[in-house]
């Protein structure tokens, strides 16, 4: 049974830092793609970055430069490094992983504001 379980998230004020979780337990992780994306309130869910089995990875415009992926394949966790954060990073960040099918985390909220 694949599960991720994203942790990390929180209130913050403009300017900060925040570090995203996800611990993922029923897949040969070392070998999987991880992602973030996030969703804001009405607005779809977009793509934050991701990160191949071999240690590329990739982000979305809006972030490149403040956030950073990365992976502990020993421990089976995906993190995402915020920094600088901004009120528009504000949202509900989620794990992403696919093993034939789409697996998804719960969530986990992150709110910047003063």
């Known amino acids: 049974q694949v599960q991720l379980v994203e942790s990390g998230g929180g209130l913050v004020q403009p300017g900060g830092s925040l570090r995203l979780s996800c611990a993922a337990s029923g897949i040969d992780f070392s070998s999987s793609f991880m992602s973030w994306y996030r969703q804001a309130p009405g607005k779809q869910r977009e793509l934050v970055a991701e990160?191949?089995?071999?240690?590329?990875?990739t982000y979305a415009t809006s972030v490149k430069g403040r956030f950073t992926i990365s992976r502990d394949n020993a421990k089976k966790v995906v993190y995402l490094q915020m920094n600088n954060l901004k009120p528009e990073d504000t949202a509900v960040y989620y794990c992403?992983?696919?093993?034939?099918?789409?697996?998804w985390g719960q969530g986990t909220q992150v709110t910047v504001s003063s």
């Open positions: 992403y992983t696919t093993q034939i099918r789409a697996y």
């Open positions: 990160i191949w089995s071999g240690g590329t990875t």
